[in-house]
């Protein structure tokens, strides 16, 4: 498969014969990596000027799904009814308990991660037969965290498995809990407000101090923070003003 876009003349047998058109190929994923998807594009505009915007368009919905493909934190698996790996995306960042190779394409899932492909095994009939959804965790051996799947059906004897590594959502989890306990126990005040400036939440000791409840009563910041000689639009205006800037 090609690295970078390319273009060339196909022969397609349509029902009302056999048609000679060009297909553009655009490439989606990391280069070098072994792009994991591609967008293809066939010409059947008469228009020159139409069909080089339409390409220029594609192109540009290639690079946007490449870099959302490269974002995902996800490994991302086309599976075929053997579980064997037809073609992969990796995480966003590399894991240690499932690393991944380009030479793990056309292997079966099993011999690339024992405990993960024997899931597989075990759920193909329910995704491949029966056409449902299967979620599951999974712990690699040796490894202490633990990983989500969601394995689908995707096409004709085809299925795509989504492994998310639930560790970082734990520690990111225990972190926010951490954080909560700080702010709920601190004598100091804490408001949270979202971007128009409305409270949300409120710390016990900013409850004590302006009589509000846990999750507000509908007042705005300015209205707490504007003085005898300050009105509230303008502590706004210029609250809003911050907000903009960050």
């Given amino acids: 498969r090609p690295d970078d876009s390319v ?20 490439p ?3 280069k070098g990596e072994g792009r994991a998807l591609g967008i293809y594009l066939f010409n059947t505009l008469a228009d020159r000027k139409a069909m080089e915007a339409a390409r220029a368009k594609i192109a ?8 959302l493909l490269n974002a995902v934190p996800d490994l991302l698996l086309l599976l075929d009814r053997e579980c064997r790996i037809v073609d992969f995306s990796p995480p966003s960042k590399p894991w240690e308990g ?6 793990s394409k056309g292997l079966p899932a ?27 965790t999974f712990r690699p051996a040796g ?3 633990s990983y989500l799947l969601s394995f689908s059906p995707f096409g004709e004897g085809q299925a795509l498995a989504v492994v998310r590594n639930q560790s970082g959502l734990r520690r990111l989890e225990e ?50 923070l504007c003085g005898r000689d300050e009105s509230a639009e303008a502590v706004q205006a210029e609250l809003s003003e911050v907000l903009r800037s960050e």
């Fill in 98 to 103: 499932m690393p991944v190779s380009p030479d």
């Fill in 60 to 67: 540009e919905l290639s690079a946007k799904a490449g870099a």
């Fill in 143 to 145: 490894d202490a965290g």
């Fill in 175 to 224: 972190s926010e809990a951490q954080l909560r306990t700080a702010v709920e126990a601190t004598g100091d005040m804490v408001l949270f407000a979202d971007a128009k400036g409305v409270i949300r939440e409120a710390n016990p000791a900013a409850r004590r101090r302006f009589g509000i409840g846990a999750e507000g009563d509908g007042r705005g910041l300015a209205q707490l």
């Fill in 110 to 136: 099993r011999e690339v991660w024992p405990a993960f492909g024997s899931l597989l095994d075990r759920t193909a009939s329910r995704v491949f037969d029966e056409r449902k959804s299967v979620s599951a």
């Fill in 7 to 26: 273009k060339e003349k196909v022969a397609l047998r349509t029902r009302d014969g056999q048609r000679v058109t060009e297909v553009t190929y655009c």
């Fill in 28 to 30: 989606v994923g990391r």
